[in-house]
């Protein structure tokens, strides 16, 4: 698999929890900020009340009635009758204000809800009930009117059916033997007596004055305020700054390309060139210049130096079968962790009792010395010139007899010329060669192609990545440019693999971090370094 290539992340919950965690304080203080906010803003903001009335529009009265029906029995008349500029006009009068009320049918019911809202309790309960009223009251007014006119109706229809039925009885006088003017004269006297039952109804209902609408429900005093509601509007509030900063924490994440963890590395990697080391946060306790990071020697008994342990028997593996290892150290960019892995993995071989000799071929920020105290030149620089011998460009570190170190001397005008001149390769093979373990310290592979020069002096090429450091599209990209050009990759080395710390430091005369980088200018990579922070040469070693 091309390292280059991306695919796409499975869902992975126990990953997110892991994100969430990371940044709990970030999305629990989103999260209690909105909540405070919104209630503060609540608690500001002015309450109101809504009270609502209830009216039945009764289709009974419409049974009772021949040929009449009341708009009762048609919710969606009624309601464009509510909204009528009639009842609203009556409705201001009588309370002194206008009023917009909200208007809506009880669900399949014959019932309507008046509800209106105020700032006052009292004036959104009197305002409910005074547009019900007015509208039972127009109602009520409407429907006396239809009786009256149907009770007008039915009276001249009773007085046509009298004139009839006398007409008949005397006809019947002339005929009394008439079966037809017989059955003539019962249905009409059996029609008046119908259309009396009906008169008679309809008069009783004219004299109690009712109609088919009542209000069913008045409504009540409100005591508590339908909004604002301060608590709601906090623990909605929160919930909803818990899900925007989650959102945002998970977002950032996806298209964070950094590696945070060895699986991100893996992911990025492929499997090709395998991880073979997880050396974890090495804590910066002491302020001797680089015995800091010289875990191996300091603190052999950390989890640090047991990885770096492990790293060696890794080198050991690969290199079966051959009498010497040449080994280069590189990474994608700075402030990864090369030259302290160079130097941590030279301690461990040489505590194993194999001859090792450190080389520093960075040659633009030469950065060896500083780790072991001593100066950077003469070196590499004067060796391959022929300007020093190699007993004077060779230091040993006291106490370590088995390790040589070559500091990178001075920096040339020139390093890719020096790196790449037929000196220095007749160099690196002459130590390859006089010692069990040669291990090269190289520039970064991206920013310049020393790196990849050196690759081809060497048989063995260890990438170092460093969590929150190191991103995919980096590590992909110096892994093809050293496949491009045949180097013989041995395997990636994680630095930070507990992800407590993103770069490594001390505060005397040199510092190693973030805010030291290599740029991607022309003829070599740029220092950020500030000007009042430069290297100061230690004592040489013996």
Known sequence: MNPTETTPDKLDYRRYFAILRRYWLFVTLTAVLSGVAAFTFASAQTPRYEATAQVIVNPRLAESLVGITTTGADMATELVLLRGSEIRTAAAEELGMAVEPLLEAVDDSKVIAITVESTNPEVAALAANTYAEVYVNLRREQTQQEIAGATAELASSIEGLNESIALTELALTERPDSFVLAQERNALVEERIRQQLRLDQLQQQLALRTGGTQLSNPATVPTTPFEPRPRQAAVTAALLGLLVAATIVLLADYLDDSIRSAADLDAALGGEPPVVAHVPHVPMESAEPGSARLIAEHRPQSPAAEAYRTLRTTVQFA????????????????????????????????????????????????????????????????????????????????????????????????????????????????????????????????????????????????????????????????????????????????????????????????????????????????????????????????
């Open 319 to 542: 290199s079966i079968g051959q009498p010497h290892t040449a080994l280069m150290v590189t990474s994608p960019i700075s402030a990864e962790g090369k030259t302290m892995t160079v130097a941590n993995l030279a301690i461990v071989m040489a505590q194993a009792g194999q001859r090792v000799v450190v080389v520093d071929a960075d040659l633009r920020r030469p950065q060896l010395g500083n780790y072991f105290g001593f100066d950077r030149s003469p070196g590499l620089t004067e060796l391959a010139a022929g300007e020093c011998s190699f007993a004077e460009a060779v230091r040993r570190p006291a106490g370590m007899p088995n390790l040589a170190v070559i500091p990178a001397g001075s920096i040339p005008p020139n390093p890719s010329e020096v790196l790449g001149s037929g000196e220095v390769a007749r160099l690196v093979r002459s130590l390859g060669d006089n010692a069990d373990v040669l291990l090269i310290d190289a520039p970064p592979v991206l920013p310049v192609t020393d790196a990849l020069i050196l690759s081809n002096l060497v048989q063995h090429v260890l990438v170092i990545a460093m969590v929150g450091r190191s991103t995919r599209r980096n590590m992909g990209n110096a892994i093809e440019a050293l496949r491009r050009v045949s180097a013989p990759l041995t395997g990636v080395v994680l630095n930070d693999a507990s992800g407590q710390g993103f770069g490594y430091g001390y505060g005397y005369g040199y510092g190693y971090g973030y805010g030291y980088g290599y740029g991607y200018g022309y003829g070599g990579y740029e220092s950020h370094e500030p000007a009042n922070e430069q290297a100061q040469p230690a004592p040489k070693g013996a």
